[in-house]
């Protein structure tokens, strides 16, 4: 097949996809600042070219053919990105542009953040924009529009330049005003009080009641929570024990607000600063790479 039907001019697809969306040569000639005979002359040729009916005509009236809808979803999304991906070239043309961060809402509020400004008087002339973002470990998902990601993994993942910055470990907290009797504390007590959760990882606790050789059996769930953050507050409220990040609860085991129940506990993940590899020449995330990598993280 010539290539040539496969790869039509701009002008044609712009024309076919303001048309498409309006259901309209009309108001797409007024979108485009063109006339409506020459949308409607751009769209003809388009047809031509790919030798199929994209449109049923009847009179003034257009509707999309199936063939029609399917180029029409298709194509939206490859405009989408080609505009995207031109805002962000010109975004660029002073290496000034900014960084699209996503960060896992609790890590971001709890860590990053308070140190953004140490950021901030090395590159005064760079803005790191933060989106807080619950983050799988299909990191391709949360990163379609982001220009890179703090998350924790196992760092597998193939396309992507992953830097290791610190290894994960869960300590159980509790608040000392809810639970005096913390001290005296078995691994086997823990069973006794309503254990709180983290949506995102439902099988934490079992792993720490396997690390210490408790009946699974004995195991009092708790209320789960969307975010890490809500659940913090829900221990220092009395609701019951979490394990957390011991990363997210320094300030409050600093404090005395929360109290570390047993020794922290190796997750198997380690957060990670992650991007697409088309991404490793902005200077923006050059500057914040290598800021963030040199920072001296706790032996967490």
């Known amino acids: 097949m010539n290539p040539r039907r496969l790869t039509p001019s701009m002008s044609l697809l712009v024309a076919f996809e303001a048309a498409a969306r309006h259901c309209s040569f009309t108001k797409a000639a007024e979108e485009l600042a063109l006339t409506q005979s020459a949308v409607s002359r751009q769209v003809q040729t388009l047809e031509a070219q790919l030798e199929i009916e994209l449109f049923r005509r009847e009179g003034r009236k257009i509707e999309l053919t199936a063939a029609g809808a399917l180029y029409q979803h298709?194509?939206?999304?490859?405009?989408?990105?080609?505009?995207?991906?031109?805002?962000?070239?010109?975004?660029?043309?002073?290496?000034?542009?900014?960084?699209?961060?996503?960060?896992?809402?609790?890590?971001?509020?709890?860590?990053?953040?308070?140190?953004?400004?140490?950021?901030?008087?090395?590159?005064?002339?760079?803005?790191?924009?933060?989106?807080?973002?619950?983050?799988?470990?299909?990191?391709?998902?949360?990163?379609?529009?982001?220009?890179?990601?703090?998350?924790?993994?196992?760092?597998?993942?193939?396309?992507?330049?992953?830097?290791?910055?610190?290894?994960?470990?869960?300590?159980?907290?509790?608040?000392?005003?809810?639970?005096?009797?913390?001290?005296?504390?078995?691994?086997?007590?823990?069973?006794?009080?309503?254990?709180?959760?983290?949506?995102?990882?439902?099988?934490?606790?079992?792993?720490?009641?396997?690390?210490?050789n408790v009946d699974h059996r004995t195991m009092r769930s708790g209320p789960s929570f969307e975010l890490t953050a809500h659940l913090i507050q829900a221990v220092a409220a009395g609701i019951g024990i979490g394990l957390v990040p011991q990363i997210l609860v320094q300030d409050e085991l600093k404090s005395g607000d929360l109290v570390a129940l047993f020794e922290p506990m190796e997750s198997g993940r380690s957060y990670y600063l992650v991007y697409a590899t088309r991404y490793q020449h902005l200077p923006a995330l050059k500057a914040f790479s290598a800021w963030l990598l040199s920072l001296p993280f706790p032996d967490n």
Not at 139 to 165: F, K, R
């Open 74 to 212: 298709e194509l939206a999304a490859a405009l989408g990105r080609i505009r995207s991906a031109t805002l962000q070239a010109i975004s660029y043309k002073n290496d000034s542009g900014p960084l699209n961060l996503a960060v896992l809402p609790t890590l971001g509020s709890k860590w990053l953040l308070p140190r953004m400004h140490e950021f901030y008087a090395k590159h005064p002339d760079l803005l790191v924009h933060i989106h807080s973002r619950i983050i799988r470990e299909d990191v391709q998902s949360s990163t379609h529009d982001m220009n890179a990601i703090i998350c924790a993994g196992s760092g597998e993942w193939p396309g992507y330049i992953a830097h290791p910055l610190l290894t994960e470990k869960l300590v159980v907290i509790a608040s000392p005003t809810a639970l005096p009797e913390y001290r005296a504390m078995s691994p086997a007590n823990v069973a006794e009080h309503a254990l709180l959760n983290v949506v995102s990882r439902p099988g934490v606790w079992s792993d720490w009641f396997d690390q210490h």
